[in-house]
């Protein structure tokens, strides 16, 4: 498949894990990713870290996202879109007391094998998560953890 075939597909039923791929560089000719993530009310993201390989961007549809994208530290609320270039590191999460829905974009295409395995890991799981092995999950695809302080709401005056 090129990416001058067009295409129309209804995203897949939602899962346990908040992120989806919608269309894969299966559809693409290996150009993006297309996803959709609904993140309930105080929804940890993932932890902080870096993608050697892609960029990535996130539109916020409903709700207010957090995100700390590099030294950035801002809440993300809808038609607002977040871009998050290759070898910065960021971390997002939902720290509001409502849901929230985005639309994300990965390019290159590539992750919907990361994703895939871990939902497939977290299928299987019958006990707690490992955390090392789903570090070295992430790194074989070249999402690496990044140190750094978590996510807190930005305090209002």
């Known amino acids: 498949m090129t990416t001058t075939e067009p295409f129309a597909i209804e995203a897949p039923a939602l899962q346990d894990r908040p992120?989806?791929?919608l269309a894969g560089g299966d559809r693409t000719g290996g150009a993006v990713a297309f996803g959709a993530a609904d993140v309930p009310p105080?929804?940890?993201?993932p932890g902080?870290?870096?993608?050697?390989?892609?960029?990535?961007?996130v539109y916020v549809i409903s709700g207010v996202l957090s995100f700390c994208v590099g030294d950035r530290r801002f809440d993300a609320g809808?038609?607002?879109?977040?871009?998050?270039p290759r070898q910065?590191?960021?971390v997002f999460a939902n720290l509001s007391d409502e849901p929230v829905r985005t639309f994300g974009v990965i390019t290159p295409s590539g992750l919907e094998g990361m994703f895939a395995?871990?939902?497939?890991?977290?299928?299987?799981?019958?006990?707690?998560?490992?955390?090392?092995?789903?570090?070295a999950l992430s790194a074989r695809y070249g999402v690496l953890p990044v140190e750094g302080p978590?996510?807190?709401?930005?305090?209002?005056?």
């Open 117 to 135: 395995e871990q939902e497939a890991y977290f299928a299987a799981l019958t006990g707690e998560p490992d955390i090392a092995a789903l570090r």
């Open 88 to 90: 910065v590191p960021h």
């Open 78 to 84: 809808p038609r607002t879109l977040v871009w998050m």
């Open 19 to 21: 992120w989806r791929i």
């Open 150 to 157: 978590p996510l807190l709401p930005i305090p209002r005056t």
């Open 42 to 45: 105080h929804g940890p993201g």
């Open 48 to 57: 902080r870290h870096v993608h050697t390989h892609e960029d990535e961007a």
